[in-house]
């Protein structure tokens, strides 16, 4: 079906919205695309960091991964410990493929290089725009548009996407439910940058009895510390002088997903489907891969098919998430004693590193049949 012969609308403007876009574009489509933020993330909010060899294999072809890989920290090594033992050892490297297994990059990095590239297509967000569905079952589903300007306008479209985010506002309005639980537990966060540059090589997780610290590069002089403890800061061994702490949060766990994700011509895509832990670092690539089948399937008139296919990788990534949490924010002391010595163990058989590096890849999902050699 030709791409101009299709009105469609996607809200959201953040890595996933972008992505579908791009997609879209790239395959002949003109996507109009809105958010109601005032422009895209803050470079300073560091954010989704990891960005996978599976979501670089799917913006290959636009050329995101290039600009990409020219921009992110390249992490060779993923590292556990326990205190100041080391437990196990992954060279991301040694995975069949073009790119290794994850590169670090911020999201409003990320975000920046995808509207640079949909500005080549002539497209660009339209900020501060508020979006309410009107009509969801319509076979051109009918939504109302208010600008920042206060005008609005009603129009009706043959496809309408939302990427908006946990809080979709288009989830709500075709009636999909967030079934799923919280952890009780809450997260924090903190990014530092030095005086010099730093090993931003590698990743790690240290774990204590209880607890967690896990060290991720964000960019060569700015590394991030993520923790279950209250306190982490004062554990931290910095590698060099503090310059700047350029950003904290703290969060809670949750994960949740819909029944499916899509309802009539209404699409759902990344967070406004699907959230969980930040363990393995699938949540933003997950998203840019439901966007690129997306994409993918519109053009060939089968997006009916899109929920049955990416529901299967939705479940698998949410099962893998919760176990990761699970194996790093345990509290009993018997329960960390039995992981402290089964996690070297299980490092050391082949089968169990291959399958742990496929994850993080994103290689352990479905491969995109439009991509020649994809893994």
């Keep these: 079906m030709a791409g101009g012969s299709r009105d469609i609308l996607v809200v959201g403007a953040g890595p996933v919205g972008l992505a579908v876009a791009l997609e879209l574009a790239r395959r002949g489509f003109s996507p109009r695309l809105v958010d109601d933020g005032e422009g895209p993330t803050p470079l300073a909010e560091s954010r989704a960091l990891g960005i996978n060899a599976r979501t670089l294999t799917l913006l290959s072809p636009s050329g995101v ?35 290794s297994a994850i590169r670090g990059l911020s999201q409003g990095a990320t975000e920046r290089i995808l509207l640079s590239a949909l500005a080549g ?32 306008q009603a129009l009706s479209v043959d496809i309408l996407i939302g990427a908006d985010g946990a809080h979709s506002a288009v989830r709500k309005a075709i009636g999909l439910g967030f079934p799923g639980q919280a952890l009780e537990a809450h997260f924090y966060l903190a990014d530092f940058r030095y005086g010099q540059p730093v090993d931003s090589h590698f990743a790690e997780i240290s774990l204590y009895d209880p607890g967690m610290i896990g060290r991720l590069p964000v960019s060569a002089d700015t590394l991030r510390f993520i923790s279950t403890l209250p306190d982490f800061e004062r554990r931290i061994v910095h590698p060099d002088a503090i310059l700047a702490k350029t950003w904290s949060s703290q969060f809670q766990i949750h994960f949740r997903h819909v029944a499916a994700m899509s309802k009539g011509n209404v699409f759902l895509a990344g967070d406004a489907a699907h959230i969980h ?40 990534v949410l099962k893998q998430t919760r176990r990761l949490t699970r194996l790093v924010t345990m509290q009993q002391p ?29 290689y352990d999902t479905a491969k995109p049949p439009w991509i020649s050699g994809a893994f």
């Design 65 to 99: 991964a290039d600009r990409i890989l020219a921009e992110a920290q390249d992490i060779a090594h993923f590292r556990v410990r326990s205190r100041t033992r080391l437990l196990a050892e992954v060279d991301t490297h040694v995975i069949k493929g073009r790119f």
């Design 121 to 152: 297509y002539g497209i660009v967000p339209e900020w501060q725009t508020r979006v309410s569905v009107t009509a969801p079952d319509a076979i051109r589903p009918g939504v109302r548009l208010r600008h920042h300007d206060g005008t609005e």
């Design 277 to 316: 832990s930040p363990a393995g670092a699938r949540g933003m690539n997950l998203g840019i891969e439901d966007a690129c089948w997306l994409a993918h399937l519109i053009s060939e008139g089968r997006e009916r098919d899109y929920s049955d296919l990416r529901m299967p990788a939705v479940r698998q």
């Design 334 to 362: 018997l329960a960390t004693a039995v992981r402290d010595r089964l996690v070297p163990l299980l490092f050391r058989v082949p089968a169990v590193r291959r399958l742990l590096l496929r994850s993080i890849a994103g």
